[in-house]
């Protein structure tokens, strides 16, 4: 017995003499290899996942363009600006706590990784409840303040009404997609929004086209794929981290919530400010009535899937840079900023050739293009304008997210606001004088302000001083 206690005596004083041990690394961390190899084998799930939640909105769009008219997608179209006012939020605060999960994870601190994860899902938790709530509350009034036009305010409404019920899913989802993310997990939700993806479809086809539902059906098939989406996420994410070994966590910590909020509320902040910035501009499109304000709907159905890419290489890039800032390897997270900017931009520069060429065809799938050959014309005309410039709207993305990565969240959001606020302002100032030409130019004008504001602070290098955890 004594030989014995005084091996293990020996084996902790050897233990002792290496000093403390290097931090944990794990599957998914992006701290070591090729910054090249790692970011591209990241952000392409990333890509390909939320294509497919644009092609099911995409899909959904085109069905009931087609089955039920260019009036019940113009509804579609009047409800979205509110509905993804409340997706920012959701996918703000996602994108927020996973920063800080980020870092922690690359630190190789997995205790409080798992905490942080833990506290940032039951406030998000609680958050979904009250906005799915506001939402239901106020979507008549918003509608209302909007100006909506009244032969579509109806079916504006159901839509509305039906999706805020299925919010709650939503909040979910994003959340439990950004910590997978921040774990360097981008595969998992690629494969769940395949399967919502189907469903979703399935059921737009059997609701609307079956069933003769119309916008409502549309809604209710969201609903059912969104909670599915969200079931199956908590599902294998609970599964994944009850097989990463730690010597125990908290529940809730209100230390690590306050640093979360940290860095979420900005990012809320920014999303919520953007898709504000989105029902205002949309509420000049209403004024110029239901011809033009199909075309639109369909032209950024089709814009939302275009810019997917270039937007998750910047969610890579911010991915990869916290986790590199929290093994204080900030050399490594300029590499990776280089990296995702030669991909950002050279995606861009394809789509928008491809875009520019094609993008009649893609709007003509929305419609019949011998009743509403007037809105396909501004959907076109609208793609035309925009595509030019996916290549700077990529390069602001992954400048913008080197600063979100590092927690360097005031000049983050402050360039998102100045982006905001230039493509507002010139909409509102120019519409009637440009009949509503403008509202096509803001955006390229919005996102050339951002890249300069952006680039000008990533060299300022202050972004490589800022500690989070």
Known sequence: MRREAYGEEVREYMESAKGPKPPQKMRGSMTEGKPARVLLAFAVPMILGNLFQQFYNLVDSMIVGKLVGADALAAVGASNAITMLF?????????GCSVVISQLFGAGRLSEMKSAISTALLAILVLSLILTAAGRL?????????????????????YLNI?????FFLFLYNAFSAVFNALGDSRKPLYFLIFSSALNIGLDLLFVGKFGLGVAGAAVATLIAQAVSAALSFGVLSYKLAHIQT?????????????MTKTAIPTIVQQSMVSIGMVLIQSVVNRFGSVFLAGYTAAVRIDGIAIVPMVNAG???????????????????????????????????????MMFFFGDVSVASFMDAATDAASIAVGVQYIGVVSMFYFIMGAMNVTNAVL?????????????LVNLATRVLLTYIFADATAGMIIM??????????????FFRYRQGAWKQIKLV
Do not use: C
Not at 143 to 158: C, E, K, N, R
């Open 87 to 95: 997706v920012m939020v959701a996918i703000g605060t996602g994108i």
């Open 247 to 259: 010597e125990g966590y908290r529940r809730f910590d209100g230390g690590l919530l306050l640093g």
């Open 315 to 353: 969610n890579a890039v911010s991915t990869f840079v916290a986790q590199n800032m929290g093994a204080k390897k900030p050399e490594r997270a300029r590499q990776g900023y280089h990296v995702g900017l030669v991909m950002a931009t050279g995606i861009g520069l394809f789509i928008g050739v």
């Open 138 to 158: 106020l979507s008549k009034g918003i509608l209302h303040l909007m100006g909506t036009p009244a032969d579509i305010f109806g079916q504006a409404l159901s």
């Open 441 to 454: 130019w803001a955006n390229p004008i919005g996102w050339t302000v951002g890249l300069a504001l952006a």
């Open 404 to 416: 979100r990565g590092a927690g360097d969240m005031g000049w983050f959001m402050g360039i998102t």
């Open 163 to 167: 999706y805020f019920y299925g919010f």
